[in-house]
């Protein structure tokens, strides 16, 4: 669960002044991302790539479920719709150490709609009422919703409340809500993110319906002043792609909103992963590729950038790659 503060070296930095996180999105927020974003910034929120309650159950758990201590705090996203389901899927993620509990009811693959989760579950309000009553009787750590602000032809005035109520009083902690309807029919995911217009106004007007309950705000945030401008209004913002493909906006978010002056640089994160590369590939195989991958969009915009990612997208793929290949990146950027 987040602190109220945390130790960095002699700092003490207040996270409780803002709840900042990153989105979970699929083939990305894996643990190897995690790790790095951790790397760059101690106190956002890290969230895993959706699990379905499926997997946990019937697969490989420890697979699904395994992270670093130092990834905390981090939240476990589910995908499911079956209360009893997701009740145990929530209690194997709260033994095995996460900090929340989190249900996509947002996600508009027709892949997730064939399961009979993501975005369509948001025209089941009782449905996950009861899911979120059955998870939160089952652990003790936050369990919370992901969600969009409509579906299809509704109109999110009057269904997006509809959705709220029930979940709120089935005892969801808090809301995530990507600012926009999901288009069931018609859009691809890509095209989810960003066709469908932003309506920041709703979401806000839910926060003030329910100032007992967290509301973030999640859809086309950016930059450091579009987070500060939504924490006004908002309890937290969720940033999505632009965390992944630009990282060190992860490093302006650390010292320009929760203040942290004692911060790695660029450059000082990718040291540190070398060890982890290595322990990875020790301890289960990892190729360095899987890992690599997720640090592309380091120094984006800046001399020696496309140097960078050359290297990381060609030489790390061969099969004798060395993790002091990242020393030879960096280098490569200084040419």
């Not at 991302?33 to 758990?61: K, Q, W």
């Not at 990875?280 to 997720?294: E, F, L, N, V, W």
Request: net charge neutral; glycine share 6%.
């Amino acid at each position: 669960m987040l602190k109220n503060a945390r130790i960095q070296g002699d700092e003490t930095v207040n996270t409780k002044k803002a709840h900042i996180s990153v989105a979970p999105m699929m083939d990305w927020t894996d643990r190897h991302c995690r790790f790095f974003h951790r790397l760059l910034s101690p106190n956002v929120r890290l969230y895993t790539e959706m699990v379905t309650t499926g997997a946990l159950i019937h697969g490989d758990a420890e697979r699904h479920l395994r992270f670093s201590d130092e990834e905390h705090p981090i939240a476990l996203q589910l995908g499911g719709s079956e209360p009893a389901d997701l009740a145990l899927a929530a209690k194997m993620g709260e033994d095995f150490g996460y900090d929340e509990i989190n249900i996509n009811c947002g996600c508009p693959s027709e892949r997730v709609q064939k399961g009979a989760f993501g975005a369509c579950l948001m025209a089941e309000p009782d449905l996950v009422a009861r899911c979120v009553e059955a998870m939160t009787k089952a652990v003790k750590i936050p369990v919370t919703v992901k969600c969009r602000i409509g579906i299809d032809e509704c109109d999110p005035e009057t269904f997006l409340p509809a959705f709220i109520k029930p979940v709120a009083d089935a005892g969801c902690s808090m809301f995530v809500i990507h600012a926009r309807k999901a288009w069931l029919k018609g859009l691809s995911p890509k095209e989810n993110r960003t066709k469908p217009p932003i309506n920041y106004d709703l979401p806000a007007r839910m926060k003030a319906a329910y100032p007992h309950i967290e509301f973030i705000v999640n859809g086309e945030v950016r930059t450091v002043a579009e987070t500060k401008a939504h924490l006004d209004t908002f309890d937290g913002v969720m940033i999505g792609r632009e965390a992944y493909q630009n990282p060190e906006l992860l490093l302006d978010i650390e010292r320009d909103i929760f203040g942290n002056s004692n911060l790695v640089s660029a450059q000082e994160a990718v040291m540190k992963m070398i060890p982890y590369i290595e322990r990875q590939a020790r301890d289960y195989g990892t190729p360095m590729k899987s890992i690599t991958r997720h640090m592309l969009g380091l120094f984006q915009g800046m001399r020696g950038s496309k140097a960078w990612r050359r290297t990381l997208s060609t030489e790390t793929h061969n099969d004798n790659a060395q993790p002091r290949l990242l020393e030879k990146a960096l280098e490569s950027m200084a040419l």
